[in-house]
């Protein structure tokens, strides 16, 4: 299996008509957008903004991040649109790099966050670094909470898609190539080299905690083996789940770092022979299964070490912690990537759960520390529901303007598959 | 020039020996004992005064000794206070971590120490003030006080500090955020390569065991026991007057539930970012089931149920709100008389 990536950068994104890429510039048709959303008749309105790296600019609460992603033959993000889905992963795949879609409007949940485009929360995630075309979407009165989620879920892919389809007219792109076997042939590709497996760990338990894998509900799948690949094409999409700093948004999905990082190592360190898929779930005894089956494929695909990265916390730092556990008793040597919580003073342990065997920790950084966050010239979306999300509270709002939030309130403040500088040290 | 106040006991402060532990609390102009090796290596700061007491007297004195050294800290404005280094004594490092506690965080002055890793005040005051790891007895003042003088140059120039090891003194146990160069993912497979490769690696997060809780012997007698609800699950009034938090909850509330047989949807909701909370707002008796236990209280199966809810937001609470969450609420439901506790989480 091979998949071409072509890469078309973008550093700038403008209102117009017709919809075209020049250059570096991506332009798009408000009106024409707003007539392909309004095609759901659960979507009451919708609008669009702009929000570009270093302005004065937050976006309030964000629901999903999406990087435009389209194939000329064959589907990006197969499986939510079409019934008769094809497998994500083969062929050529244009992708809008530097630019995504970034979903607003009236909040679902508690789960939603902030993406600041300047100033100190700049500093804590990538999404600061890239254009945002923002969709502020206001559903219908009789859609309820979980068909609320659905339908912005599937608006932000969809817009992705067709903002994605701008690209098959560029002809100045750079292309990344990558190759994926069966079982035997990645075995046998590399012998002299130590064979590692990704544990891919991706929340699945209900609204704002769900991931769609294929367009269903990853609830209902057990453990599975996946291509990095088909990851790249939108296999694997968010279902706007858990606290922002920890939420896997979409586009940390198709671009998932522990799978670009173990690539650039794959052939010369080791042999990176495959991923298998963890659902976290909620009760005790699915973690065990869960556990067995991924731990069985990670031996079925003769590992000798293993990484896995993480969604969320507290719950499910005991998926993350037994699955080390018993990766370790199997002789694979397992890193894990994990936020802490050690509290506003940083003076409380870090983790709900621990094991022994966690001996090799990278952390993306204390989530309950606290940043007061500049007031900004602009704001997407709805600054008072900062009140309601994870890492906010009533008194965030200063009367400044000023926004008190603890990290796990930023966007991807300390993303789980390891996309940011963010760390801890202790003192 | 920047002014240090010292702090010694009877024997560094060349008074005695042990017969000499009881001396009150004394201060000189300038620099005495180990405070002229300190000067000697911090050119640029002067010896504002050293204060002695003696160890017993310190011991059984605390609160007399610290309003004597707040008033040299109020008489002598320092910038820094040194106090010991204490090696491995005892009383002494009990001393040395008092003041500097005093000094530090009441008084808002930097403030350091130098101890051995096993002096038990080590673990005591680590977090209160930075202590320099010293040698076992006073034979490695030599070593010390290049040490702690090259630390206490540092906070007099207002230079930011390195890491505990960089800078040779104990962690304080407070984990700071800080900013990579290379990003999680990197820094992950650069120390699986090196996990499987045998070679050294360091983890970012030592891992804390935590002590587990037996789970409680069963009440002898259900049919005449007070039982009270808990739960983590974020149950609240409807419009959540005391603003708990969705995350990272800093405290527990009770709600009077006198004359409810159970929480009615549309009066009690869930504000826990953690779950989905469509199914425990339609019937918030799903996360804190306040409607079974009324109903076993009325069929005579319990003896009484404490007319209250106790919650919170479990949810990237720290361990340590939590623990003290677990005794605050232990204590107030002790004092109601409650034998025995539902305790819900989600």
């Known amino acids: ?117 300047s100033g100190p929360a700049a500093e804590y995630n990538v999404y600061s670094k890239l254009c945002h075309l923002v969709m502020i979407l206001e559903k219908q009165d009789y859609v309820d909470p979980h068909e609320h989620e659905k339908v912005v879920r599937l608006a932000g892919i969809k817009l992705a898609r067709k903002v994605g389809e701008l690209a098959f007219a560029c002809e100045d792109y750079t292309t990344e190539t990558y190759e994926w076997g069966n079982i035997g042939e990645n075995y046998n590709a590399y012998p002299d080299l130590p064979r590692v497996v990704y544990v891919y760990n991706c929340m699945s338990q209900g609204l704002l905690h769900d991931s769609y894998f294929y367009g269903r509900d990853s609830k209902i799948i057990v453990p599975t083996m996946l291509t990095p690949l088909e990851i790249f094409d939108g296999a694997l999409v968010s279902g706007n789940c858990v606290s922002p700093g920890s939420k896997t948004t979409t586009y940390m999905h198709q671009n998932n770092a522990c799978i670009k990082e173990l690539y650039k190592h794959h052939g010369k360190d080791f042999n990176f022979v495959g991923i298998v898929l963890c659902p976290l779930m909620t009760s ?144 | 020039m920047k002014k240090i106040l010292f702090y010694t006991n009877q024997f560094f402060g060349q008074i005695g020996g042990e017969e000499f532990a009881y001396t009150e609390p004394f201060v000189e102009e300038g620099a005495k004992g180990p405070a002229t090796g300190f000067m000697a290596a911090l050119p640029d700061a002067q010896a504002a005064a050293t204060i002695v007491c003696g160890d017993n007297y310190f011991a059984e004195n605390i609160d007399k000794c610290k309003d004597f050294i707040r008033a040299q800290v109020e008489k002598y404005q320092p910038d820094l206070f040194i106090a010991g280094p204490a090696f491995n004594a005892g009383r002494f490092g009990i001393a040395c971590g008092e003041s500097c506690k005093l000094v530090q965080g009441e008084l808002g002055i930097p403030a350091i120490t130098g101890m051995y890793e096993e002096n038990p005040a080590v673990d005591m005051f680590k977090a209160d003030c930075k202590i320099v790891k010293t040698a076992k007895s006073a034979a490695g003042m030599r070593a010390a006080i290049p040490d702690m003088a090259a630390l206490a140059g540092k906070i007099l120039r207002g230079e930011k500090l390195g890491l505990p090891k960089e800078e040779n003194y104990f962690p304080m146990g407070k984990r700071v955020n800080v900013f990579h160069e290379k990003n999680g993912a990197v820094r992950a ?146 004092a109601a008389g409650v034998q025995g506790v539902i305790l819900t989480s989600t």
């Open chain 1, 1 to 117: 299996m091979v998949l071409e990536l072509r890469k078309v950068a973008i550093r700038n994104i403008e209102f117009g008509s017709p919809a075209r890429i020049e250059g570096d510039k991506l332009i798009v048709d408000p009106d024409e957008m707003k007539e392909w959303m309004l095609e759901d008749s659960r979507i009451k309105d919708v609008s669009f903004d702009i929000a570009l790296p270093g302005t004065s600019t937050r976006i309030l609460p964000v629901k999903d991040v999406i990087e435009p992603r389209a194939k000329i033959e064959g589907e990006t993000f197969p499986g939510l649109f079409r019934e008769d889905m094809e497998e994500g992963g083969s062929g050529v795949t244009y992708c809008l790099d530097g630019c995504v879609v970034t979903t607003t409007g009236p909040i679902v949940g508690f789960q939603e966050g902030v993406i600041d485009m």
């Open chain 1, 284 to 427: 005790l005894k699915e973690k065990f299964r869960n556990r067995m089956l991924t731990v069985r494929q990670v031996k079925m695909l003769g590992a000798d070490g293993a990484l896995i990265s993480q969604e969320g916390f507290g719950n499910p730092t005991t998926d993350l912690m037994i699955v080390c556990q018993e990766l370790e008793r199997n002789g694979i040597k397992t890193v894990i990537i994990t936020n802490e919580d050690a509290g506003i003073d940083g003076m409380s342990e870090s983790l709900p759960d621990s094991v022994p065997e966690a001996n090799a920790i990278v952390t993306t950084g204390n989530s309950n520390a606290t940043l007061m966050l500049p007031a900004m010239d602009k704001t997407i979306g709805v600054l008072k529901d900062i009140e309601r999300v994870c890492g906010g509270t009533v008194n965030s709002i200063q009367p400044d303007g000023r926004l008190l939030i603890e990290i796990h309130g930023i966007m991807g403040g300390h993303n789980l598959q390891g996309n940011t500088l963010v760390g801890a040290v202790t003192i």
């Open chain 2, 189 to 334: 497979v650069e120390m699986l390569v090196k996990k499987l490769n045998g070679e050294p690696y360091e983890t970012e997060l030592e891992i804390s065991t935590y002590e587990k809780v037996e789970p409680a012997a069963p009440l002898p007698d259900l049919k005449h026991a007070k039982i009270a609800l808990c739960t983590s699950g974020g149950i609240v009034p409807f419009g959540n007057p005391d603003h708990l938090t969705a995350a990272s909850a800093k405290f527990w509330k009770k709600y009077d539930l006198a004359g409810m047989d159970r929480l009615e949807s549309g009066k009690f909701e869930s504000v826990h970012a953690g779950y989905d909370p469509v199914y425990a707002n339609e019937n918030p008796n799903r996360v804190a089931p306040y409607n079974v236990l009324k109903e076993m209280e009325k069929e005579g199966e319990i003896g009484e149920i404490y007319p209250y809810l106790i919650t919170t937001t479990g949810n990237s609470t720290s361990v340590a709100d939590a623990t003290r969450f677990g005794k605050e609420i232990a204590e107030e439901l002790k």
